[in-house]
Every structure is written in C-alpha cells, then in structure tokens.
C-alpha cells in the first residue's frame, strides 16, 4: 500500500511521462487525418473535456478532494480566453499570438478562481466543499446575466475565427487543424499535470488523501497540498474550457451546467479515479454516448424519440456507473490491469518496486473507493477532525 | 531492462504515428462539397436541415414549428414534390441552448451533408452557428428569429430572415398604441439580447428616445420575472411591450395577474401565439388574454392559406393542435418550396442564392417578400391582431416601417395557387 504511492521523482521517471505524452499526442494528431470534418470535431471536444476530466480525477483520486466545480472552471477558462482574445482582436492582434495569450488569459482567469477556491477548500471537507463547488456552478449563469454588458448573458460571447495557417491550408481542413490544437494543447496540460501527480507533490497528495493527520505528522503541510491540487485541477479545466472557446468560436453558460459538471465527475468515475488514462475513456465516452443514443433514437418514431433523447443518455449514464462500479471499482482503466497481477510484476524485476509508467494510472487503493469518500465523509463534521 | 523495453514501445509508437500521418496525408479530408455532387441533392430528393428547441424553456411556444413544416413538406412530397424531387427535412433539438446548436448545426452540415439549413430557430442560438454556415457557404434560410443580424448580405450572403424584424415589430406596436390609445404611459419587457434590444429600437423610432415610461429585461435561465413585473407596475405603466418568448410572455401576464395588475398587453409574433398561450395560461387565459394586442405578418386565421394549411395539419400532422406555430411553420415551408422551384431543374446552391435575390419570390406574408441582392429581410411590414372572444386575427392596421418612417398600409394576402405547391 505505502509502496504504491511511492513517486518516481528520478529524471528517468518524469522524462518517461513526457516521453508517452509526446508519443501519444503524435498518434492523436496522426489519426486525424483518418478522420472526416465532424469526427474530427467530436476528437477535439473529446480532448478538451479530456483537459477538465484529467485534472477532476487528480483532484479526486489524489487529493481526495470532491469537486462539482469543474464545469464552471471550464466556463472561466472559455470566457477568459473570450474576452482576451476580443481584446485582442480590438487592438489589431491575430493569427498565433493572440491565441497564445487568449489561452494565458483563460488560464490566468481559472487559475485566480482556483486558487480562491483551493483557500476555502483547503479549510472544507466532504459535504461541505462539494455544496461550495456546487454554488460555483449554478452561479455562473446568474453571473453572466448580471454582469450582461460584460459577458453578454444567456447568449454568451462569441470570438473571431482563426482559419487554418496559410501553409497547411491546401492539406488540412477547418475542424483538422482546430482537433490539432485541442490535442496539442491537451497534450501539453495532461503530460504536466502526469508529472505533477509523479513527483513529491503527488505523493504528498496521497498521502494526504489516505489520513491528513497522518500526513501532517510527517512534516507534509496538508493545506498546502490540497490548494495546490486545487489550482491544477482549475488550470487544466481553464484550458479545456479556452480550447472549447477556440473550437467554438463561442462561449456561452448554456454550455457549462450543472449537468454537465456532474457529467466530468462521471467521466471521471467510470474511468477510472486518479487515472489519466481513465480520464482519456471517460471523455470519450460523455462525449460520444450521448451522440450515439441521438443517433439511435432517430429511427423511432418523432415523438418517442423526442422524449428519449434529452433523457435516455443520462439513464445509460446512470446504469454504466453502476455496473462499473459494480464489476469494476477501479473504472475502466482499472480493467486492463486485471490479468497481471502486481505481486509477480514486482518479482520479476526486484530493483525497481516503486511503480513504473503503470503509476500514471495507478486507481487510489482498492481498499479505498474514493466514490465512497463523499459517503464517509458524511459523519466526520469538520470538528472531529479538527483536533 | 524494463526502462529499456518502454524507449523501444515509444519509439515504436513514435513511428506508427509517423506511418500513419504519412500515409494519411495522401488522403487530405473530405472538403463538405467535395464529390462533385451539390450536397443534399440526389437525383430524387433534396435533404435539407434545421436546429429548434424540442426540450427546454423554449419548447413550448416552438416545438410545432418543425412539425408543421414537416407536414408541408410530406403534403409536397405528396404531390410530386419540387421538380421530382421530395424534401428530406432533418429536425435536430438544441433545446434553444447555442452549445448544443453548434453541434446539431455540424453534424447537419458535415454528417448529414445537409443542401441548406431552413428556419434555424432563436437569435441566441443561431448567432453562434452563422458564421460556421456562412465560413462553409451553406445557404442559411429563412431564420426564425426577428433580429436584424439575419440581414447583412455584405458579411453574410448565404444567411436570409423569415420574420419581420424586432425594429419593424417594435415601431408597428408603437405607432399603434399611439394611434388607437393616445396618451397612455407606454413600457417595455424583454429578453436581455438583441431582442429585447431591437423591440426597444423599434419603440423608441417611434415614441421617442425618451417615450419608453420604463424598461425591464429578464433572461431565459432565470424563470422567475416577480421583481421586473413589480417594477413596471410601480413606475404606472398602462401598456407593457413583451419582447418575450411565448413561455415568458405567459409567465410575465400571469406574474402580473397575481400582483392583481393588468395593464394592456402588446407582443411580438414570436411570443404572442393566442393558442400557445392559452395552453400555458390554462383555465385564466380567456379572462387574462381579452384584448392582447399584437404585432404578425403571416397569414390570419380567416385567410384561405389557413384553410389549406388546415387539412394538410389534419392529414399530415395528426390532427396536432392547430395554432400560429403551424402557419408559420407550413408557410416557411411553402417559401423554401417556392424558392427551390425557383432554383430550376438542377438545383445548386448558387442557383438558390440568386432565386432568393431575384426578387421574384412572392412568399404568404403581409407584404411581398422584400429580398434582393442588396436586402436579405423578409417582410418589413407587421399588421396587428388582437384578441377578441377568443379569436386573434387582424384588425385592419398595418405599419411599413422604413429607416425614416413608420406608415399606414392597406394589406392584402396573397391568393392561394395550385393548391399551395409552387407549380412545377
């Protein structure tokens, strides 16, 4: 158990996980050429969720910390980089440049919300940090009413296009080059956000997770830690919410509900808790069922399947988690594992017990389902832990 | 060892990705017209497409628009369609919400290959997809949405309005309630977007910068409207302008009726449908809806349009519920029908663009159909109905509304030919 949550904070180690995230970004962006204008669309709406999902599951699975926030992260990331680049497009800015810094200004802005919301999460637990990230969510579409002259209310905030660079205009398409960008830039967050979760940061955030005080006997400053989790799980939000934006061209509170965010916590779940991999199936998966249930239902007749198919995802959803929840409690990323078991692992090569590349998707110990932190959570009022 | 073994997995997968990506680049993707075809038009069909609220708060003032039409279409198709081609009308739900019309819209364009996108539903929503439609020079027809961003053929010469605009509405009600009940406090209620912004234009162009008493928005997320309703009551409004949707006109009218308050109601085409409201208002609506004042264009229930319209909803709608969402519906219908037509034996998109702006087209409204290579607004007329007994049809003003102007007109629908099918 203490075993598995040992970092691979050896160079070896974190240059291994960018190694796998450069080789996995290059198959991704290879497969779009496999791929017609609208699946290449789907590819990077399935990528930027990738971002928000990736970071939820850290936040979660290492931290233990419960997040129905993160919609709303990927909403402050989506008008951030709205308004930066509207800024921008004002003053004569465009091309590359104004994408870099309208992705810093996305970034920037969730960064900011994550980090008020670490400092009261780090002081919250359980029940009581789920409802503040709860209120987040539901106040982003009154707070984009409110302040209308600014984010333009219920219609939200549309962007200029940026069209395909001059050079690759005549061998990609419109939605190719935008999936490049929303894996290139998922790339980027999810191979950092890897190596974040490898170092001693990571293991501090375990640990923390396991038994705080504990933790804080050894030395680790657990309020720290939790904040800091906090901000990466926000920034990687923030940045698929400004990739989405990019895609788009438009950011609106319509996108970013309640539903949604508890759709990223399911995406998170189903994959598989405090796995990136997990992370990547679970994305796919909210983003395509849905999708595939429409298509299915159309064959119906008109009005059956106007009644099943706002409601018949969110059924499927429902069932899915139980059924892997059921079967298997690591997600889907935990599956694979099944078949080689760790003991032998281990045995045959003796020199290095601390995990290998596997730990990228090592699920929070089996004997603690994070799903059923919230639960446990339930009884331990702040004050009993507060000794 | 094993850190040997991973350099040679990436490496490996390093080099598959780079197989793939060369032999990939052999095949660039599928430009949306690439095949030589016109897309959505097959030797016997023409597939066309449209976004519309079926689920949400919008939904139950529209969700019988696209059924109406669809039943148009399937009467048309009936009846030898257009050319020998039949309509293949895709209706996708985006429950009036942008992000998912920006979804819907993609995949009728790039999936379904769609030859146009008819009567897009909802200026919030389908302000997030025009520059997509207009980027991939899809025609964009007939939006169902008053706002005057539909009629900029400079900036967007594929995307065409159905409805006489919010500016054009705004002023008719105006200039009526300064004719027919000169001297009452006027106020305005709107949706807190361009509609509500361009009723506001419209009033103003007639009463004045300053004619407006007072002036409340709400938003469509937010269903409780006490606080604007109670505002307006206290500033002593008499009349109240509604740039509302229809869920929002009911909620506005019945929020009132409970402060005990009941000034004169003047509303929109887009939420003002007496059927529709009624349905929303229950048992209050004939007491609470007496006298509701507003602004239309499409055919009025009195008119032989409506009677044809009539039968095809009972034979091809299921005998649905028969309101002002189904003649709006089956007369779009009719004016896509009448354009292809125009378009001749071979449609393309090109040969639809320059039907639309011959000026030929004639439409059902109120007023001859206004495109031409310089204008993509429809109808820049609005006559006005008002409810009496139940019944709301027109009682005899209509308004012109020009950049300078606001005049009186005599309006008349046009007759009803071949049994509405655009003659082959």
Redesign the interface.
Known sequence: MIRRVRPSTTK?GSG?II??G???T??A???T??????R??QLATIAATFCAVAGLTVLVGSSGQLSLGQAAMMAVGGYGYALTANALTGVGVDGVARFVLAMIGGIAASGLLGLLLGLAAARLRGPYLAGLTLAITIAI??VT?FF?GVF?????L?IA?DSVPPILA???????WQAWIAILVAGVVVTALASLSHSGIGLHMRATRDDETAARLSGIRTGRIKVIAFLASSVTAGAGGAVACFI???V????YTLAFSLMLVVAAVIGGLGSISGAALGSALIVLLP?TVTLMTEALP?ELA?RL??NLPVLLFGLLLILVMATARRGLAGIRFRPRPRRDRRAS?PR?PQP??AAADAPPAASEPVLELAVQSVPSAPHERRK | ???RS??HR?TA??G???L??A???C??????SEGGGVPGVTEDTVTIGTHTP??GPAAAGYAGIS?AASAYFEYLNDNGGVHGRSIDYI?K?D?Y????T?TVV??LV??DKVFAIVNGLG??TH??VI??LN?NEVPDLFVASGASDWNQPEKYPYTFSFNSSYVVEGAALAQYATDAHPGKKVCLFGQ???FGAELIEGAEHVLGDDGLVAVE?Y????PDVSAQIGALKTAGCEIVMLGTIPGFSALAIGTAAQLGWSPMWFATSVGADYVTLSGLLKDAAPQLLDGFVSANYMPGISSDWVKLFSTINDEYNDGAVFDGNTIYGMSMAYLFAEALEASGQNPTREALLEALTSGDLTGNGIVPLAFSKDSHEAYPAAGIQVVEDGVQDYVGSTYRVTDDDVEAIDAAFPPVTEEGIPAN
């Open positions: 070896a291994r190694l796998w450069a080789a996995i290059v198959i962006l290879g497969a050429f496999l791929l017609d204008p609208y290449n669309f579409a009154p009413t209308s333009n209310g219920d219609a939200g549309q296009n005549t061998l990609i398409a419109m939605e190719q788009t061209q438009a609106s509170p319509g996108a999708w008109a106007q198919s706002g090569s290095r290998d590349s | 060892m094993e850190h991973h350099v990436v997968a390093a598959v990705a780079a793939l990506v032999l990939a680049a095949s660039t993707p599928a430009a949306p079926l689920t059924a209706v739900d429950g919400n942008p992000a998912n920006q993609r995949e790039q999936e200026t919030p302000l997030s520059d997509f980027q807190d977007d361009s928005r938003a469509v997320s937010n």
